[in-house]
């Protein structure tokens, strides 16, 4: 099996010759290509090229082609704050008060933002390495976009206080995220990381996600041309709405941090594995970053253990993007542990 099969069979709960790994590997990229992060987030050949040097030295499954979450929210007037070796950050935001979410415009992807980064990073990606790895770069969705383009406080105040106008940004940033899936899709993409971050308790309850994130999810996911399931849900977050999330058409996987939220990859394999691919098992926040390539291991073997002892349904992963300073080595031992320990064929 090459990669984009080995990662399609997972996701739809079919045999695999061994469990897939997922790096969660976005600005990591351009430390692993010897660039500056600033670089790395402003043009694509160079995103390839960290991305290919990332893939060169872990062998993971599945490439996350992104930079940062300024990629689509720049392209609505967001200003960002570029420093040495950090992940760009959001600066300023543009919706600065209620009625600032009515002048939000439909964005073309292949010019507007930085999301002509990632298209070409695609590309680019797909003509060196061909099948050999599975492309998904980070979208964020609707809810998460507004977050990106407004302080997070003031878009759960406008949850209670102006519905009408946050559903209206919402719908024009639906349009856009359908068009930059798509244009990633045309150049050579597998599905996306569709990131449903704000599914989460602590952030929204259950009634509120459906009304301003579910919606507009399901929209964005039941417009795609292609419906074959190919996409997987991230959600940060320490009380992921699983439920919801787990019954969404045209994604048939969830990224979670398994090891740090209120549902551990045992229970989430018990209640939704006949669902859902869980993708998860190994912790970005210590073990990846903090520990040797032998505690990896380890905890790589009892995540397959715990999501994987059937030999379907899981996909080995960090549970949010890993630090750009984490140990390439301890990458590249989930791959290693995931071929001594997560043999499929059962
Ligand atoms: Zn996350």
Known sequence: MNSRDRVYAALTRGPVDRIPVCGMGWTIGAVAGGFSTKEYAQDGN???????????????DILNPTSDMGQLAEGWGVKMRYEADLTPMLDEFAVKEPSDWEKLRVLDPLVDGR????????KKVREHLGDKVALMPYVPSPLTSATHVCYMEQV??????????????????TETIIAYIEAIMD????GV?????????????EEQYREFGEK???????????????????VCGVEPHFGILAGYTNANGINWWDRGSNLSL?????KFGDKICLVGGIDQTTTLILEGAEAVEQEAKEAIEKGF?????????????ISPNTPLENVKMMVKAAELYGKGGR
């Open 115 to 122: 999301m002509h980064v990632t298209i070409e990073a695609v």
């Open 309 to 321: 002892a059937d030999g379907r349904g899981m996909i080995l992963s960090p549970g949010c993007e």
């Open 46 to 60: 160079i995103m390839a090229k960290g991305q290919i040097a990332f893939w060169k030295k872990t062998g993971v």
């Open 187 to 190: 150049a050579g993409a597998d």
């Open 156 to 173: 759960m105040m406008d949850i209670l206080l102006n519905p009408d106008a946050l559903h209206i940004g919402l719908k024009t940033m």
């Open 193 to 205: 990381l569709y990131a449903t971050t704000r599914a989460s308790g602590e952030i929204t309850t």
């Open 216 to 234: 507009y999810d399901r929209l964005v996911l039941s417009s795609l041309k292609r419906q074959d399931g190919t996409n997987i849900l991230h």
């Open 266 to 270: 045992e229970e989430a394999k018990k």
